[in-house]
């Protein structure tokens, strides 16, 4: 049997003005906060804070009027961009707990019921939805309804509605105001002497249609569960890129790494919710006044996400830079393959050495460079100095067996004098290369120099002749 | 107080000495000896011989004072960094003075896919602290520039080799005093693979040790034994 869905409604009360205070300069704290918009030309506030609201100003109230009230009043110009990014992120912590996510104008409403037998009872999957979401920093209220339609209405009340019964009983007292309804419809609500949802409730639905049009009443059947609620679920982005805008404009690295981490929450969320695994980091800085931006790329040797790790590569990255100027946004782009896998730890010893040593290698490139860090490789060439060659950590290789060779090889065979050298073993001959236009001949030797040294020495006969040293044994 | 009357063989009435009886009891610890500090097999007899640790310190600083740069001391590894590898752990080669041949690890048996080179001179010393301190290596080799020789580095390294058991080496540039330091051991490399303990938990060694070139098999033996066949 089916179970019955119940919804959980996630509204920010604040949203408005915590979006808009992020660009706030943090000693204002003590400051009655606003924010304000262009409302039919005229600039309105859209929200205040508590210590505003004590002295007076109400949404709605015009800026200046307000500024007239409080003259410390802080306002700030309504970030709807700010405002949509942080719903987004909201939306893919909420995608975590349910597959049924929808965006609400303030907040989002996902379906739980089905996600029940996974997280526990009601109690355990509000707790933990609640710890989730306080890395946003945010002020989140929940609330629970068995509709759609109700439970960001009871997530603003702050409300839970387990039953039908409950929900009726609910609603029943509640003034009409709380109700999603337009101004229109409230008025002429006013007019006919309706003050609670019960009294419109008792109307004979013919009335309320024909003295309110049909939207009053399917809005109420959908609060009541009479109607399916139509919902456009939201899915996570494809891919993830994230545009920051810095409170402050900064240039230390402790502080854009702090930035970074707060969008690597995000990143964490999408890859879980995405099944991904991470690859690489693109990270862009943008300075202010139209600087040159600063791109750098962080990759991971095997695709993953571990915070601590990431964020150490980032700082290894970010410290050669030099940052002139402070930065005003930055940008973080992934690349990812799907199949995460989560990281298993070694029985035993509580360490992964499959997961480690990669580990230990992406960081030592972020601060060496890939050039830095290699293995060597033996080459399939008579020549012995094309006989090797630098190669990626970790390649595999089999030297074909040659005839001994010195522990040390010189990068490039140099001239000497044959005169200063004791000749003790050899010689072997190498004639090779006529294949490839380096046609050449010598006779390798095993010589011991005045201090008693043994050297790889040879004498060559084409294409130049003369003795040449090649490696030291030892 | 534990009665001697053990169901050994101490009914007759035979004198016997304290000293054997106490000896005896593998449960008491008398003092005398020092538990030996964990090490790794250096791969040459005659050296783990004269070693107080029986071999390579495991988790401590080994300093090595070669002659010249390559002057024998990779060869004097390759036994201990052949069995790392075995093992299945990595060897790093920390900003290595020259190219150390690849035909000649794997003839020492070392498996090139566990060997991490370090070619940038400037972050070698870190990345050797690095590798040291996540406890993943089987062992590190580091050959510090001339000017990256101090006693703060040294140290630095040598505390990083705590945290994990992988023994450290540290090959000084030739004619480059080596700093004061508190390894565990310091030997001199001279040519021919001749080799000197200058300092150790029991001080210095008597005189130089031989090893016996027993991996190399000169050219004109192996024609020798081919004329010999035919």
Not at chain 1, 58 to 65: I, N, V
Not at chain 1, 138 to 160: D, E, I, N, Q, S
Request: charged residues 25%; hydrophobic residues 40%; glycine residues 8%.
């Amino acid at each position: 049997m089916r179970k019955p869905s119940l919804w959980t409604g996630v509204v920010c009360p604040r949203l408005a003005l915590e979006a808009a205070g992020r660009m706030r300069a943090p000693d204002d704290a003590k400051r009655p906060r606003a924010a304000h918009d262009a409302i039919g030309g005229q600039l309105r506030l859209v929200a205040v804070d508590d210590a505003a609201a004590r002295m007076g100003v109400r949404t709605g109230q015009a800026l200046t009027d307000a500024l007239a009230i409080a003259p410390t009043l802080d306002s700030q110009p309504r970030d709807r961009r700010a405002e949509t990014a942080w719903l987004e992120d909201l939306a893919l912590v909420a995608y975590g707990f349910s597959h049924q996510v929808a965006l609400t104008g303030d907040g989002v409403v996902l379906e739980v019921g089905g996600s029940r037998r996974l997280h526990g009872p009601l109690d355990t999957l509000l707790a933990s939805l609640d710890e989730a979401l306080a890395p946003l920093g945010m002020t989140t209220r929940l609330g629970v309804a068995p509709v759609a339609a109700a439970a960001g209405l009871m997530a603003r009340a702050g409300v839970r509605a387990e039953s039908r019964d409950d929900l009726e009983r609910t609603l029943a007292d509640w003034p009409i105001e709380r109700l999603e309804l337009s101004p229109a419809e409230r008025r002429k609500l006013a007019g006919l002497g309706l003050k609670r949802v019960r009294d419109l409730v008792r109307l004979p639905r013919f009335e309320l249609d024909r003295r309110l049009g049909q939207g009053v009443g399917r809005y109420l059947d959908q609060l009541r569960g009479r109607l399916d609620t139509p919902l456009v679920y939201w899915q996570p982005p494809e891919t993830f890129a994230r545009l920051v805008e810095l409170p402050v404009p900064v240039r230390r690295t402790e502080a854009l790494v702090f930035a970074l981490n707060r969008v690597l929450d995000g990143l964490e969320h999408w890859l879980r919710v995405r099944d991904e695994r991470l690859t690489a980091l693109h990270v862009t800085l943008y300075p202010e006044d139209q600087g040159p931006k600063i791109a750098f790329s962080a990759g991971l040797g095997q695709p993953g996400f571990q915070r601590d790790r990431l964020l150490e590569i980032l700082r290894l990255k970010l410290e050669p830079i030099r940052i002139t100027a402070d930065i005003e946004r930055l940008k973080v782009e992934a690349d990812s393959v799907s199949g995460q896998r989560p990281p298993q730890a070694d029985l035993w010893s509580g360490t992964n050495i499959n997961d480690a040593w990669p580990a230990l290698l992406d960081r030592l490139s972020a601060r060496i460079g890939e050039d830095g860090l290699c293995g060597v490789a033996p080459k399939s060439d008579h020549r012995p100095e094309k006989a090797w060659t630098w190669s990626k950590p970790g390649t595999t290789a089999v030297a074909e067996d040659t005839p001994e060779r010195p522990a040390w090889l010189l990068p490039e065979p140099r001239p000497c004098r044959v005169d200063a050298l004791r000749l003790i073993d050899g010689p072997e001959r190498i004639e090779t290369g006529w294949w490839d236009g380096q046609d050449c001949r010598r006779d390798y030797w095993v010589a011991h120099d005045e201090r008693g040294h043994r050297l790889w020495v040879f004498r060559e006969y084409k294409p130049r002749d003369g003795w040449f040293v090649h490696g030291v044994f030892g | 107080m534990p009665s001697i009357s053990t169901p050994t063989a101490y009914a007759t009435s035979r004198p016997i000495s304290l000293d054997r009886l106490l000896a005896d009891r593998d449960d008491l610890w008398r003092g005398r000896r020092r538990r030996p500090a964990p090490a790794r097999s250096t791969g040459h007899a005659a050296l783990d011989a004269q070693l107080p640790t029986g071999g390579w310190p495991r988790g401590k600083l080994t300093e090595l004072v070669p002659d010249r740069a390559g002057g024998g001391e990779l060869d004097l590894l390759l036994p201990c960094l052949a069995e790392c590898t075995r093992e299945g752990r990595s060897v790093v080669f920390a900003a290595p003075p020259l190219v150390p041949c690849p035909q000649r690890l794997h003839r020492a048996g070392v498996d090139l896919a566990r060997v991490l080179v370090v070619r940038a001179p400037d972050h070698a010393l870190w990345a050797a602290e690095q590798c040291l301190k996540s406890g993943l290596c089987g062992a590190v080799v580091a050959w510090p520039a001339r000017n990256q020789v101090n006693e703060r580095a040294v140290r630095r390294l040598q505390l990083a080799a705590e945290n994990g058991e992988a023994p450290l080496f540290v090959c000084y540039p030739p004619g480059c005093p080596a700093p004061p330091s508190l390894a565990a051991l310091r030997l001199a490399v001279h040519a021919g693979g001749e080799l000197e303990v200058l300092r150790s938990a029991q001080g210095p060694g008597a005189g130089p040790i031989r090893l016996a070139p027993d991996n190399v098999v000169p050219l004109a033996a192996r024609r020798q034994a081919l004329e010999a066949r035919a």
